[in-house]
């Protein structure tokens, strides 16, 4: 294998015995997470 070259074409936890713990963050994170701020309707203004 050639130093430099990427040849991993998929992506896995560096520590697969941990999956169970990533994702369970990834469900709090999605939960409880802060959200951007709802953008305000469309105005006809300046019209």
């Not at 998929?10 to 701020?37: C, K, M, W």
Request: no cysteine; net charge positive; proline share 15%.
């Amino acid at each position: 294998m050639a130093l430099g070259t990427n040849t991993k074409f998929y992506e896995t936890p560096n520590h697969p015995f941990q999956g169970e713990r990533i994702a369970a963050e990834a469900d709090l994170v999605s939960r409880y997470a802060p959200r951007p701020p709802a953008r305000p309707a469309a105005s006809s203004w300046p019209a």
